[in-house]
């Protein structure tokens, strides 16, 4: 059949079972959005209030259920506004289609009004980029893009489409999408080194990262983890991948890692690597991370491998797949002075705060309790993403939104937003401090104008904490640009956006609060005021060995 560009772009979102999109209109992509409107009862398009929103929303949808993420956005400003949310996604592996549309053909290469060479702005951030310059090849374009979007590590692929060639007409012939095999590049020879490795362990130590969620391996890491009979530790983007009830499991690794985490891998004579890429984050100081084991990494990416620490074995395939055949063959297992060991440490270093007077930790370690930690719990970044990531006890995948490897402020409302639409019987919360929250607060009317229920925590301690933190640690108190003292309201700001608003400053207002915000089922904004000189602990300092963490009673003492 003969259709139009634009309604073979609608066509081929249908054919990937695609539910719904992200984006903001304008004048090049006006014919894919004219389609768009003729199928809206198959597609629900979300209106964002800016399209850096809607690149944070389709990442967050795509975290949340799995699936992968689409945002559009038209030529120039609108597609360059993509950008970060790209970026973002590329960073954590995360499965987006961004589509932009771009001048006519006739005026590409000219400065023509809101042209950008966005498939080459965003080359070093994409999985892939296309420009699409001929409707012949339209259909297939966007079918590859999905494929190499979703396979493999996932990623975010471009898909830039001239005008003219969502005008134009082609035969159009539907394609049931393929379930892509899994192509595994490892031998028996890698299982095998890897088995030996795991039976001459006497202290094993299991590192999980993003990629064990990615995988959907989190059951064969449990049943691995049991058999080895050895701790458990997670990055923050493998939060939920192992439970964090489970007596094994000891807590975030890496620069605001827990002690027993920090500590025990440093201990440890085998660290096995489950979908984790060693970031800066974790290790430290490279040349002393793990001193003293031997380092067995899985991971689907072969770049990953020897990238950042040296490995003993490594095996590449996914994860999934490659813990069913190991579980298979090893045997159980029990490393009952070591596990004890750990314990110990446990008992010795637990996570503590202050606890006089309202606190960011008391506020999540509430909410915990409050949703029975069943919540998707979304952050933006700094110190509140540290305690959300502490505090919080994700027992589940898909269950903590994070921007883990750009870092990006103002991510995390878009990502909530686009995890409710995705997962609509969850309780979906973004905790923001309120510097991050200043940088996309507007999205609050999207969460208004649909009337979508998330709850939007504010960390409100009128300074850049975490940059505010470095400056006492590390800069002797000089607080460059990091004082945010000023008249901004933040509930009179949410109830401008059509949102409901409970400012919190006491620890006896904050469950009352959230279980109101969970009661009304619609966009409500809690502000919590803390003080502006919390600190997150325990904590690293840049490049040192991880076995140098410490807390504030180390702190204290060394003064």
Known sequence: MQLTGAEIVIECLKEQG???????????????????????????????????????????YARATGKTGVCLATSGPGATNLVTGIAT??????????????????????????????????????????I????????????????????????????????????????????????????QH?????????????????????????????????????????????????????????????????????????????????????????????????????????????????????AEINKNIKTEASIVGDLKEVLSVINKRMPQLEHKEWVSYIQELKEKYPLNYNKNGLSCPFIIEELDRVTKGDAIISTDVGQHQMWAAQYYMYSRPRTFLSSGGLGTMGYGLG?????????????????????????????????????????????????????????????EGRYSQTVLNDKVDFCMVARGLGCEAIRVTSKEEVAPAIEKAIALKKPVLIECIIKEDDKVFPMVPAGSAIDEVFDEKDLAQSK
């Not at 014919?31 to 009862?41: E, G, I, P, Q, R």
């Not at 200043?438 to 104008?449: D, P, V, W």
Request: aromatic fraction near 6%.
């Open 89 to 130: 996604a590329q960073m954590d592996s995360v499965p987006m289609v961004a589509i932009t549309c771009n001048v006519t053909l006739p005026l590409l290469g000219k400065d023509s009004f809101q042209e950008v060479d966005i498939a080459g702005v965003t080359m070093p951030i994409t999985k892939h980029g296309y």
């Open 132 to 183: 699409v310059k001929d409707i012949n090849i339209l259909a297939d374009t966007l079918r590859k893009a999905f494929k190499i979007a979703k396979s493999g590590r996932p990623g975010p692929v471009l898909v830039d489409i001239t005008k003219d060639v969502t005008a134009a007409l082609c035969e159009y012939e539907p394609v049931v999408p393929e379930q892509e095999p899994l192509h």
């Open 415 to 475: 990502a909530c937003i686009g995890a409710k639409v995705g997962m609509p019987d969850k309780i979906c919360v973004n905790i923001a401090g309120d510097g991050c929250f200043r940088m996309n607060m507007n999205e609050l009317a999207t969460a208004s104008r649909y009337d979508i229920p998330i709850i939007q925590i504010v960390i409100n301690n009128h300074v850049l904490g975490m940059v505010r933190q470095w400056q006492t640690l590390f800069y």
């Open 186 to 302: 490892y031998t028996e020879e890698n299982i095998d080194k890897a088995l030996k490795l795991i039976m001459e362990s006497k202290k094993p130590y299991i590192y999980v990262g993003g990629g064990t969620i990615i995988s959907d391996a989190c059951s064969e890491v449990m049943e691995f983890a049991k058999k080895l009979d050895a701790p458990v530790c997670d990055t923050l983007m493998g939060k939920g991948a192992f439970d964090g009830h489970d007596p094994l499991y000891t807590g975030m690794i890496g620069m605001h890692g827990t002690k027993t985490s920090n500590l025990g891998v440093s201990k440890c004579d085998l660290l096995v690597a489950l979908g984790a890429r060693f970031s800066d984050r974790v290790v430290g100081n490279p040349n002393k991370f793990a001193s003293d084991a031997k380092v067995l990494q899985i991971d689907i990416d072969a």
């Open 18 to 60: 695609v539910d719904t999109v992200f984006g903001y209109p304008g004048g090049t992509i006006l014919n894919v959005y004219d389609a768009l409107y003729k199928h809206s009862k198959e597609i629900k398009h979300i209106l964002t209030s800016h399209e850096q929103g809607a690149a944070h929303a389709a990442d967050g």
